[in-house]
């Protein structure tokens, strides 16, 4: 079985304080892994490493084979296509009804025309 997610020697600290030291796992096709820990231990700080809205200070992470860690801001746009995560607090637009939000990743980030992404929410709602 070969891994959809490859995480290999993270570590991560802020201002000297060390957040992750020698995280090392593997996703494989159809499992499924969680994460548990105190407020504060660093969950979300590994999940945003994983979709490039944190830079890893060493390590290295694997999307299907292919090394994601040292990718550019708009080359990350594609994997956050591809992988899903649902943030802690507020990460919703207010003003937008759940469509909305749902729609507006599409919009900006694909080539699906309204019709595509119609069909995309419904399926996934």
């Known amino acids: 079985m070969s891994a959809i997610l490859e995480v290999k020697n993270i570590h991560k600290s802020f201002e000297g304080t060390p957040i992750h030291q ?7 096709e159809n499992e499924c892994l969680g994460l548990l820990g105190r407020s504060g231990s660093g969950k979300s700080v ?16 694997y999307y299907r084979g292919n090394r994601i860690d040292h990718l550019k801001e708009e080359d990350f746009f594609k994997i956050r296509t591809q992988i899903s995560y649902s943030f ?3 990460a919703l637009f207010d003003s937008m ?3 909305e939000n749902l729609a507006y ?10 019709n595509e992404i119609k ?5 996934i709602l």
């Open 22 to 28: 020698g995280i090392s796992f593997n996703l494989n």
């Open 46 to 61: 590994l999940l945003r490493s994983l979709i490039g809205l944190e830079r890893i200070d060493g390590g290295e992470i």
């Open 88 to 90: 802690q607090n507020g």
């Open 97 to 99: 009804n759940v469509y």
């Open 105 to 114: 990743p599409l919009r900006e980030h694909t080539e699906y025309n309204e």
């Open 119 to 123: 069909a995309k929410i419904s399926n």
